[in-house]
């Protein structure tokens, strides 16, 4: 299948702009992706036709929202191929999700002395939550190195798997330099020694193909909002008898089966961790988004992407000075990059002068940035509805940003 | 009698006013960081350091007599230019004058969006710091 890029450009309405004076060429997808007309057009059909809220009304607006609202469950288990829809619990993002494991599986299962192992990929949101609860379980966090490349040292990683290792939380993808991480061996090795994975799918969920099964994921999570659905909508997938086990999260609504004042009994998956009225707007919409992905092929979005990435890799490589930050063999369609004697944020304030949004500084991994001795990289990522001819004008402007700053 | 903060920004106002297009702004601004002595490294630390701004940027302000001099410094030649021109504009004026100052000039000289409330920009953090230390210096 081959895409008609104009077609599809002209489903993001959003792209269709000037931004001083040029038109916009958005390259800061691993930020957030846009949104296409059909998930604005759900979101504002929502709020004209159906808004109610779910799963206590008994009236046509409650049935409404709330076969809408488990209808995008539903989707989201096809869409990773999870066993049964009440394994996915819906969060605020990735975010949320990972604090969700950290604060209940983290709490029962971490005692002093476990180990909890990270990579040095990690974005601030795959490290501060471990902290908290290592901090508060007397836990050790660990780190998985990464080589010059970019590329997580396996050695390294199984040297550090033992009968101490509780859980191994790491990133499908690297958020900041795109490295594709062998998630599927890391799980089988982390499994043979007994420990349970979560894997942060954040960057990985839009750009590549995600069997949670056939992967044997423990935990997955990830956020809508940069799968093209709208922000505030996040997921957790996790494996049943882990889900069961677990202590509920948050107190409130929704998340309860019967509630006195001498103790209450929690209700069933996914509702055990969905406490109080949830983002029901955007989860109905993120539907839209899920259709609009699968209506287009992954295959073809992806090949597009990795097209864009080996163009814009070859066309920065000609820039006098400039040095590409993450050269691993698999990489999704993100580019780190510095340029010598030249600070990010001034490269980011002059491409935003020629209308080119690229995100510029640690992108919350900081210490990653450590590791390869930088305050920060300018980073272009690309989404299926960029084109050769934003690259050509992108490194056009670069080389003119650059020429004016030495 | 040196000249009041408002000749200064009337001065920048006029001296932008000559430039056609972005791009004749910004070599100039990048000209302002570039010209703008660097800060000594012992003035380098982590006191002086402004938080919220993408690049580090230092700013270190001393009393000469009754007026305020500040000094500055960024990674960054863009943020060092902003710099370089808030420098020019509040340096050597009292506390008072400082602290009641209006720079209406950022805005005039369509730079405002370097005063926009993101993380990443810390002009509106290096203004507020520079008043700040205005306001202790009125105070001792």
Redesign the interface.
Known sequence: MTLDIQKIRADFPVLDQQV?GSPLIYFDNAATTQKPKSVIDALSHYYTSDNANIHRGIHALAERATTAFELTRTKIKEFINAPSSDQIILTAGTTGSINLVAQTFGRANFSKGDKILISNLEHHSNIVPWQMIAEEKGAIIKVIPVDERGVLDLEAFRNLLDASVKLVAVNHVSNAIGTINPIAEMIRLAHAHGAKVLIDGAQSVAHLDVDVQALDIDFFAFSAHKLFGPTGVGVLYGKRELLESMPPYQGGGEMIKEVSFEGTTYNELPYKFEAGTPNIADVIAFSAAIDYVNALSKEALFTQELALLAYATEQLSTIPGLRIIGTAPDKIAVISFVIDGI?P??L???LD?FGIAIR??HHCVQPLMKRFGL??TCRASFAFYNTFEEIDLFVKALR?SIN??Q | MAQSIQETQEELIEEFGLFDDWADKYEYLIDLGKKLPSLSEDLKTEENVIKGCQSRVWLHAKKQGDQIVFEADSEAVIVKGMISMLIRVLSHHTAEEIMKADLYFIDQIGMSQHLAQTRSNGLLSMVKQMKNYALAFSAK
């Open positions: 001083n600070h944020q001034d980011g304030v002059l002068k510029t500084g305050p920060g003119r004016m700053l």
